[in-house]
């Protein structure tokens, strides 16, 4: 099923992505290591470039909770992402899980001290295309100036 929704969610940007932005799926350009020899390939499921700017979105097939710790965010999830903000040089990094009633907060930002920030934002697939604009424009506002709502 996360298959599925990676290309679902894929499909949806595709769909409202302005032309002169660069959205890459399934992304392969980088491993967590260069020496001795590649090694560890980093695999987003999409890139955005636009404009010098890079923004990394995972998908994650996984109902969180309010009532889990760190929402049941794992932990290796985090730092896949650490790595992707790492290594792409991104201007934002965001984690999208399907919307579950057992979370009440509409999205959760973590930051680092070293300025990593890793955005978790929710697609409600009772009403995916509303949900799917809905987030663009209002949880990755890095984006707002690349999508078409």
Not at 90 to 107: E, Q, T
Request: glycine residues 2%; aromatic residues 10%; without cysteine.
């Amino acid at each position: 099923m996360e298959k599925v929704f990676e290309s679902f969610v894929a499909a949806k940007f595709r769909r409202h992505i302005k032309s002169g932005v660069n959205l890459r799926t399934q992304d392969t350009r980088f491993s967590l290591f260069d020496s001795p020899t590649r090694a560890f390939a980093l695999r987003p499921d999409l890139v955005l470039e636009f404009d010098g700017h890079t923004v990394v979105l995972d998908t994650k097939w996984k109902l969180l909770s309010d009532n889990a710790r760190n929402s049941g965010i794992s932990q290796s999830d985090m730092y896949q992402m650490y790595a992707y903000s790492k290594k792409y040089d991104a201007d934002g990094i965001v984690l999208l899980y399907p919307r579950s009633d057992a979370v009440n907060r509409s999205d959760i930002r973590y930051t680092s001290e070293d300025n990593v920030k890793v955005d978790v934002s929710f697609i409600d697939l009772r009403n995916a295309d509303e949900s799917i604009t809905d987030l663009i424009a209002d949880s990755l506002k890095i984006i707002n100036k690349v999508v078409t709502i």
